[in-house]
C-alpha cells in the first residue's frame, strides 16, 4: 500500500468519526476526528499518486454531507439559543470603522 492510499485510509476513517460525533453530540471526538481529518488531508496535499483522485472525490463528497450535518446543528443551536433569549452575536462596526459586537437580547420575563 502506498503512503498516498493510507493517508485516504485515514481520511476516510477520520470522516466517518467525524460523522458519528456529528450525529452523537459528541464535541471531544468531533474535535479529535477534525484534527485526524485534516492531518491526513496535509499528507494528501504532498502526495503526486494521480490514483488518488477518484477515491478523493469521494471522500470530498462524504465531507460536504458532513458540512451539512454540521451547518445544520448550528441552526438547531442557534434556534435554541434565540428561544432562551440569547442570540449569537454578529461583528459590526463602529462609527470609527472599528469592530465591535453587537449584542441583542430578549427577555424571557420582566418582574
Same mark, same amino acid.
Not at 60 to 71: K, P
Not at 83 to 95: F, I, M, N, Q, T
Given at each position: 500500500?502506498?503512503?498516498?492510499?493510507?493517508?485516504?485510509?485515514?481520511?476516510?476513517?477520520?470522516?466517518?468519526?467525524?460523522?458519528?460525533?456529528?450525529?452523537?453530540?459528541?464535541?471531544?471526538?468531533?474535535?479529535?476526528?477534525?484534527?485526524?481529518?485534516?492531518?491526513?488531508? #496535509?499528507?494528501?496535499?504532498?502526495?503526486?499518486?494521480?490514483?488518488?483522485?477518484?477515491?478523493?472525490?469521494?471522500?470530498?463528497?462524504?465531507?460536504?454531507?458532513?458540512?451539512?450535518?454540521?451547518?445544520?446543528?448550528?441552526?438547531?443551536?442557534?434556534?435554541?439559543?434565540?428561544?432562551?433569549?440569547?442570540?449569537?452575536?454578529?461583528?459590526?462596526?463602529?462609527?470609527?470603522?472599528?469592530?465591535?459586537?453587537?449584542?441583542?437580547? #430578549?427577555?424571557?420575563?420582566?418582574?
Amino acid at each position: 500500500m502506498s503512503a498516498a492510499q493510507a493517508s485516504l485510509e485515514r481520511l476516510a476513517t477520520a470522516l466517518a468519526d467525524e460523522r458519528e460525533a456529528l450525529i452523537g453530540h459528541d464535541v471531544e471526538a468531533l474535535m479529535r476526528s477534525t484534527h485526524a481529518k485534516l492531518t491526513a488531508l #496535509r499528507e494528501l496535499e504532498a502526495s503526486t499518486d494521480s490514483e488518488i483522485a477518484g477515491p478523493l472525490a469521494e471522500l470530498a463528497e462524504l465531507n460536504r454531507a458532513n458540512g451539512a450535518l454540521l451547518a445544520r446543528r448550528r441552526r438547531e443551536v442557534n434556534w435554541a439559543l434565540r428561544h432562551l433569549g440569547r442570540v449569537e452575536s454578529a461583528p459590526a462596526y463602529d462609527a470609527h470603522g472599528r469592530a465591535e459586537q453587537a449584542r441583542h437580547s #430578549r427577555e424571557l420575563a420582566v418582574a
